[in-house]
């Protein structure tokens, strides 16, 4: 699958199975229904935008929609940089926070695929140097998939028998300031910590625990996380994608600020080197579109060659390769665990964890009287910064478009800004799915695989 933009992101061009196909431009059918379909939704979602951003307080806001493939919105409120007053835009770069741990599950599924790994084998096959885990004083095995899905027992950022602060902001460890040449510099920080939990059993969410995954993928690759990393953005195009370098020139870079009884303050310096794959990358809304809907298509594109009748066999042998086959796409869709706490607020029950991202299954919506439909996502909070990336397939499996679905993506260059999640699942469902149902009805646009 090869991504290029020889007019700009309006004109994105993707190659599926050697087909060139428009991928993001204006609506399929530029009719005034639907042009004021589109506008609606657009004036629904800057409202609520604004509103997220005025009760919250967050300085810049950033963010984008497809629908179907098709680039609908995309815009940026307030600003990147207070004290130089520059305007933020869908082009302005954030940390995405643990949105990076998608991207590492990605380079995963593709060891999985080229036959490197398998989900269930023993980590310590590929790093024999790691000493055998523990628990409770007896050898236990940690498995690739258990570190995907957070049940290996790896601590987050509170040691095992340690109080668990009220924030996770007013832990230690996400202000370090070290730079670590490599992952397993970076490893030191936990590796030798009692583990919480016996391996496979209870889900506890830890960035650690793909810090680990990523020093273990390094072994298998023969190279580094930060060069996998670099060779993936540029197959999949993503020009504004980085690892999170402090003394690097980034174009776009925002500045990050958090509050402290209500002042808003500038961030310290800190170093992500520690949690690359976990919590590490930088991207903008236009690089994260492009990165949900490459893999949305992957999991939908048999329905290509169904509408085509035909089978991936008969397509030349440089037409049968794509980023990622839909089975593998499927496999890191698919629930592992219920993921919810305590604290896990009533509209995200029930949630479940696959590998690297959340599930939410089709349920009653408390936003509204419409049904909330089967959605993906991940969420992410960094010191100066908030991220939310959410993916609603298509559920139809009579579909025969492969970009059948809504994406939703929003940066803030807030620490701890609260209502995101709310905000993106609110845009999709509220806002652009209405939009096309109505279109739909009206026979000029088809919505298929969402139950509203």
């Not at 699958?1 to 087909?19: D, N």
């Not at 089975?327 to 995200?348: F, G, H, M, Y």
């Not at 299954?361 to 089967?374: A, F, G, V």
Request: some cysteine.
């Amino acid at each position: 699958m090869v991504f290029f933009r020889p007019f700009g992101t309006k004109h994105l061009v993707l190659s599926i199975f050697g087909a060139s196909a428009v991928l993001w431009t204006r609506s399929k059918l530029d009719n005034g229904d639907n042009i004021q379909h589109e506008q609606n939704a657009i004036s629904m979602a800057t409202a609520k935008c604004m509103a997220l951003k005025e009760k919250q307080g967050v300085p810049g806001l950033s963010v984008g929609v497809t629908v179907h493939g098709h680039l609908v919105w995309k815009t940026g409120f307030g600003l990147a940089d207070i004290e130089n007053m520059i305007p933020c835009t869908e082009n302005t770069v954030m940390r995405i926070a643990s949105i990076s741990k998608c991207f590492t599950a990605i380079i995963a599924a593709k060891l999985v695929e080229d036959g490197k790994l398998k989900w269930d084998d023993d980590i310590r096959k590929y790093y024999s140097e790691l000493s055998t885990f523990q628990f409770e004083n007896k050898p236990v095995t940690v498995t690739f998939s258990q570190l995907l899905s957070h049940t290996s027992g790896i601590r987050h950022y509170t040691k095992k028998g340690e109080e668990r602060p009220i924030s996770e902001f007013d832990s230690k460890e996400y202000y370090l300031m070290t730079n670590y040449k490599n992952v397993d510099d970076a490893l030191q920080i936990f590796i030798k910590d009692e583990l919480l939990y016996e391996p496979g059993t209870t889900f506890e969410y830890t960035t650690h625990g793909y810090t680990l995954l990523s020093a273990v993928i390094e072994k298998i690759a023969n190279k580094t996380y930060a060069n996998i990393m670099k060779s993936l953005f540029e197959q999949l195009n993503l020009r504004s994608t980085y690892l999170d370098y402090p003394e690097e020139v980034i174009p776009n870079r925002s500045h990050y600020y958090y509050r402290r009884d209500r002042e808003l303050k500038g961030v310290p310096y800190v170093d992500n080197s520690l949690k690359w794959a976990g919590g590490g990358l930088l991207s903008n809304v236009i690089d994260l579109l492009l990165f949900a809907n490459t893999i949305l298509q992957c999991l939908q594109s048999d329905r290509y060659l169904r509408e085509k009748k035909l089978s991936i066999q008969s397509l030349p042998t440089h037409q049968q390769q794509k980023f990622l086959k839909s089975s593998s796409v499927n496999k890191l869709w698919t629930p592992v665990i219920r993921a919810e706490t305590d604290e896990t607020p009533e509209l995200l029950r029930p949630r479940y964890y696959g590998f690297g991202w959340f599930i939410s299954p089709e349920k009653h919506s408390s936003i509204n009287e419409l049904s909330m439909p089967y959605h993906i996502y991940h969420s992410g909070g960094a010191v100066g910064a908030t991220s939310i990336l959410l993916i609603a397939p298509c559920t139809n499996i009579n579909c025969t478009d492969s970009k059948c679905g809504i994406c939703v993506t929003i940066l803030a260059n807030l620490q701890s800004t609260s209502e995101m999640y709310n905000t993106a699942l609110y845009i999709a469902m509220k806002n652009f799915m209405d939009s096309t149902k109505s279109l739909e009805s009206s026979g000029n646009f088809r919505l298929t695989g969402f139950k509203i």
